[in-house]
């Protein structure tokens, strides 16, 4: 790790922002006259509001992925609290505004924002974002001085003394779980007319433990829990002006991001193998991003604008690299270098036009420039293909590409129809890769009819070809095989929205889409891939007291692959031949009833979701089918027992299912990888919270 020190620069910044306090509170006393100045029919929002609220509610079961994000992962009792307040001045235009939610759960939220319309506005804003799968039981991993974590040694896979059941049952119990913390505060002034100052700093850290997958020999492999604690500043400033024909801003952007335990160790775990008695690797490192950036909008006339952006970012990263290998047998040769020196300049520069010759016309174009220049150093590594084998010599690839974006788009109104088409022309130059340019051409059109006054419909098509220069495979790549998004393709997409609204009552809604890929040139690889989705919606008001909705949602994902043992001779081996098929179906519906006017609300979610998945391969035994289902109820309703007083109750259920491979031992089977021994949820919950609000004015 390296030693972090603030940086003399941001001390400036923080500096500088702290000077811009007794700006704002001078802003405050002047021009009070000015703020008051109100029109006589406006209406009159001044004043306080707000409300708070207590509650308490049961889960029945811990659930991994019902509490995810949500705070709701343990059975048994919780209590909660939420509130909010408003203020508006009457006379001189400040404001306050106060939002907490969740005050008893892991993810809670809070907003606080002040200042005087027109002048300042200051916000702070913090929130938690939890993500685990808990566990009441010891972790078999053992913690070291650095914060890493190991496996710890004499686990023999495959050995007939290992007690692998119990290493399962006990890694099936490890406590994974990561929270996120966040905050932050951002400020707007306003110094003078058309003129705005901002700025903003967030932090956000996120501590915990995650699973990686790691290697230790040529094909043993083994997923271990990590800890976490990073930590992430983002920052910046900008200054803008807003005239009647002339936009600017100017601003300066920064994050820094610090990895406490950027080096993993464990123990190694396939112990029968002598030399090597623990494994290492690398996590995230730390790394800055520093950019400046310039928009600027000018109206040349009352119907042409033009606009401009241009930025210009730095990235680097100057971690200590690790040695080759752990293994003192096959240390092999010195690093070339004790750290990597990453440095990445990223520029970018837009210019675009608008314009509305007539009525009915409208011209569109922009045209974009995008570079990124990795000036990292190229140095020749002795690297270790295994840790009991050296490998040979190889070179690191520090990619950049610049990129040429061309868009174009008219459009013309005919009477209630809409038409509209366009070009994309996309080129890109790239580096250390294996092809050295791209061109994507997109042509679309779209057309928007009214065919009666109850129906609105949109027709949209579109032609996307990609032409790549010649593919040069990189060390240890099968000469045959193409990285499909760098590779030639022809896309074919075409799709119809209709609305349709015969009464105020009724309203249904159709979007589908169909889209195919065809990659004419693929050997190994990505040969084709088909896409359709389609989703229909229908509301309908029974009364004015009772309305209900409901949506269906069909996604299907068709793709066709070929591959070859990349250790054999293309002309001798016959490509091996996969398809791969995915079907996501969502139904909901919705209903909501007041059921004593001005007293009793109440409303009912249903959800169901349906997820398969399916690999086939020809003239050989199609893979286990994998699956999830997700069956969700909720029920709400909110009783007033007095005019600011109401009781307000929930009910939801949810039930989650998954199947993977590892229901039909295929996972167990493979002797070379250790687990974490997760077995595929199969969860039901039920969650009952209760709550009192109190209105406040």
């Known amino acids: 790790m390296t030693d972090h020190k603030f940086p003399m620069r941001y001390a400036v910044l923080a500096a500088a922002l702290l000077q811009l306090f007794p700006m704002v509170a001078g802003a405050a006393q002047k021009d009070d006259a000015d703020a008051a100045k109100a029109c006589e029919d406006c209406p009159d929002t001044s004043g306080k509001s707000g409300w708070i609220e207590g509650g308490l509610g049961m889960q029945s079961d811990a659930s991994y992925r019902f509490g995810r994000y949500t705070g709701y992962q343990d059975n048994g009792g919780l209590i909660n609290a939420s509130g909010a307040y408003r203020y508006r001045g009457k006379d001189n235009g400040g404001f306050l505004d106060v939002r907490v939610e969740d005050l008893g759960l892991e993810s809670r939220d809070l907003v606080l924002e002040a200042g005087r319309q027109g002048k300042y506005d200051v916000a702070l804003e913090y929130d938690q974002i939890p993500n685990f799968r808990e566990s009441d039981t010891r972790s078999p991993f053992r913690a070291e001085g650095d914060g890493m974590l190991g496996l710890p040694a004499g686990w023999i896979p495959g050995s007939s003394t290992t007690t692998m059941p119990t290493l399962a049952n006990d890694l099936a119990r490890t406590p994974l779980k990561t929270e996120r913390d966040r905050l932050g505060v951002k400020f707007a002034f306003i110094p003078g007319k058309n003129w705005e100052l901002a700025g903003h700093f967030r932090r956000e850290e996120k501590d915990g433990v995650k699973d990686m997958g790691a290697t230790v020999y040529f094909n043993q492999s083994v ?239 579109s032609h996307a070809n990609r032409d790549a220069s010649p593919y040069t495979p990189q060390a240890d790549e099968h000469s045959l095989m193409r990285v499909h998004n760098l590779a030639d393709r022809d896309r074919n997409k075409a799709g119809v929205e209709v609305t349709f609204t015969p009464n105020e009552k009724l309203s249904l809604g159709l979007d589908l889409e169909y889209l195919k890929d065809d990659y004419s040139t693929m050997y190994l690889g990505l040969r084709e891939a088909t896409g359709i989705t389609s989703n229909v919606n229908v509301t309908y008001a029974f009364s004015d007291q009772f309305t209900a909705s409901a949506y269906y949602n069909h996604e299907r994902l068709d793709s066709d692959q070929a591959g070859s043992a990349w250790i054999t001779v293309p002309a001798a081996d016959e490509p091996w031949l996969a398809s791969d098929s995915n079907l996501t179906q969502t139904l909901g519906m919705t209903f909501n009833w007041v059921a004593i006017p001005k007293k009793l609300d109440v409303g009912v979610d249903l959800v169901y979701a349906d997820y398969s998945g399916k690999i086939q391969y020809v003239n050989a035994t199609d893979l286990p089918r994998l699956r999830a289902t997700l069956a969700g109820i909720g029920v709400h309703g909110v009783y007033k027992l007095k005019d600011n007083l109401s009781l307000r109750a929930g009910y939801r259920y949810e039930r989650y299912k998954e199947s993977d491979w590892s229901e039909t031992g295929a996972v167990d089977a493979v002797s070379s990888l250790l687990g974490l021994g997760a077995a595929p949820q199969d969860e039901d919950t039920h969650l009952v919270t209760l709550a009192l609000r109190y209105e406040f004015k």
């Open 223 to 461: 997923i271990l829990p990590v800890r976490i604690s990073t930590q992430t500043d983002d920052f910046g400033l900008s200054m803008g002006y807003m005239g009647p024909r002339l936009q600017a801003r100017l601003a300066y952007d920064g994050s820094l991001f610090k990895n406490d335990f950027a080096q993993i160790g464990w123990d190694n775990p396939y112990a029968t193998v002598p030399g090597v008695a623990s494994g290492q690797m690398a996590d995230a490192p730390d790394n800055e991003f520093h950019q400046i950036s310039a928009l600027l909008g000018y109206k040349l006339s009352e119907t042409t604008r033009l606009g401009a952006k241009f930025a210009r970012g730095r990235m680097t990263q100057d971690e200590a690299l690790l040695p080759y290998t752990v293994n003192p047998a096959i240390a092999g040769s010195a690093l070339p270098t004790n750290r990597l020196d990453g440095e990445i300049d990223t520029t970018l520069a837009k210019l675009e036009i608008n314009s509305r010759p007539a009525d009915k016309l409208r011209l569109d174009a922009s045209y974009t420039y995008s570079d990124r220049d990795n000036k990292t150093s190229v140095e020749t590594y002795d690297y270790v293909v295994t840790d009991t084998l050296s490998g040979g010599l190889r070179q690191n690839r520090p990619y950049s590409f610049e990129q040429h974006l061309l868009r174009a788009k008219v459009g013309y109104r005919l009477g209630e129809s809409d038409l509209s088409a366009g070009v994309d022309h996309d080129r890109m130059d790239r580096t250390y890769q294996q092809v050295e340019e791209t061109k994507d051409t997109t042509l679309w059109a779209r057309f928007k009819i009214r065919p009666a006054d109850t129906v609105d419909a949109t027709l949209k098509m």
